[in-house]
């Protein structure tokens, strides 16, 4: 069967340090890779999506970037957090085969302070 | 942009009653999905749909995709507590990004012993 982890699960860091937050699947092969944010008011909003090692498309600018080094794994980067980065942060993983169903990970909570 | 208006934004109910939530659309949607997220988690799938008209069940809990394609509701009989959460719709709109999913703002049920 099919898990996807995320690390870490909580995350406190001063405004203008870096992160990286990791995102891993397991059980499956070639998955589209999603970031999301979700802001307290349970929006979530889709910050970038990954079809396969290399390829990053983002929906909305901002301070973060994604990249993904492996087939199954996808990491959120920033080089500066602001303060406004804070959130909850969730990954999610999908097959084409799958009509466009998603599965998201546990998620992590960033505090910027 | 695409946007999913979900309802009733909260509900307050006795266990032992019948939920029903609805999210529509402005377009014409290829799937619904219908997730359910715990404090401080990431959202859990629940029912996953792919036919306009389908009806499906997953124990306590029933969805169906609208006959017109913008819409889909989700009941769940004979509350109990641990039913509590936030439930949201997703939906994949016909033509758009491939994984591009909208999101409703979710439903925050609560359930009173």
């Known amino acids: 069967s099919q898990t996807i982890h995320q690390w870490p699960a909580t995350l406190v860091q001063p405004v203008g340090s870096p992160l990286s937050l990791e995102c891993t699947v397991e059980?499956?092969?070639?998955?589209?890779l999603y970031w999301y944010r979700q802001a307290a008011g349970r929006g979530l909003q889709l910050l970038f999506y990954?079809?396969?090692?290399?390829?990053i498309s983002s929906e909305v600018p901002q301070n973060l970037s994604a990249s993904r080094p492996q087939d199954r794994q996808f990491i959120l980067s920033s080089k500066k957090l602001l303060l406004s980065d804070s959130g909850f942060y969730l990954c999610?993983?999908?097959?084409?085969?799958?009509?466009?169903?998603?599965?998201f990970g546990p998620g992590t909570r960033l505090l910027v302070l | 942009g695409q946007q999913l208006n979900q309802s009733p934004q909260s509900m307050f109910i006795q266990e032992g009653e019948d939920v029903s939530m609805n999210c529509t659309s402005s377009s014409i949607f290829n799937t619904w999905l219908w997730y359910k997220q715990d404090p401080g988690e990431g959202p859990v799938l629940l029912i996953a749909?792919?036919?306009?008209?389908e009806l499906t069940s997953n124990g306590r809990l029933t969805a169906q995709f609208g006959i017109t394609r913008k819409d889909s509701f989700l009941n769940i009989s004979a509350s109990i507590p641990s039913d509590v959460g936030i439930y949201f719709c997703?939906?994949?709109?016909?033509?758009?990004?491939?994984?591009?999913?909208?999101f409703g703002r979710g439903t925050q049920l609560t359930v009173w012993p």
């Open positions: 997703a939906g994949h709109a016909r033509g758009s990004t491939l994984g591009r999913l909208y």
């Open positions: 990954s079809v396969g090692i290399g390829q």
């Open positions: 059980g499956t092969s070639n998955p589209n």
């Open positions: 749909l792919y036919k306009a008209g």
């Open positions: 999610a993983w999908s097959v084409l085969a799958g009509g466009e169903t998603q599965y």
